[in-house]
Nanobody, 127 residues
């Protein structure tokens, strides 16, 4: 069973930044694409950003493109989400997740294709 532990959330003013981290207890971490998702109260969980196994390809939801950056360090089994120019509508619980299938191509943004989830970290952006 893969364990994913997110950290780095908090309360920030609009326009501020946070760096989220997700540590994975997975020896074969580098064989899985990874994603960040978020869920606001009363809303469905939505895709935010994704990254390929090597980190060479990244994918973003239109709502965060140009403001968020996903990266990974396979030597540390960690994936990051740098969030800049935060807006109140970015307020949500942020989750990292690992693809269900190793070596899957092409990258998928579908929530149901991710099989391991962290406990989430709260990001609150005040106006």
């Amino acid at each position: 069973q893969v364990q994913l532990v997110e950290s780095g959330g908090g309360l920030v003013q609009a326009g501020g930044s946070l760096r989220l981290s997700c540590a994975a207890s997975l020896r074969t971490f580098s064989t899985y694409a990874m994603g960040w998702f978020r869920q606001a109260p009363g809303k469905d969980r939505e895709f935010v950003a994704g990254i390929s196994r090597s980190g060479g390809s990244t994918y973003y939801a239109d709502s965060v493109k140009g403001r968020f950056t996903i990266s990974r360090d396979n030597a540390k089994n960690t994936v990051y989400l740098q969030t800049n120019r935060l807006k109140p509508e970015d307020t949500a619980v942020y989750y990292c997740a690992a693809d269900r299938v190793p070596y899957r191509v092409p990258f998928t943004t579908k929530t149901e294709n991710f099989g391991s989830w962290g406990q989430g970290t709260q990001v609150t952006v005040s106006s």
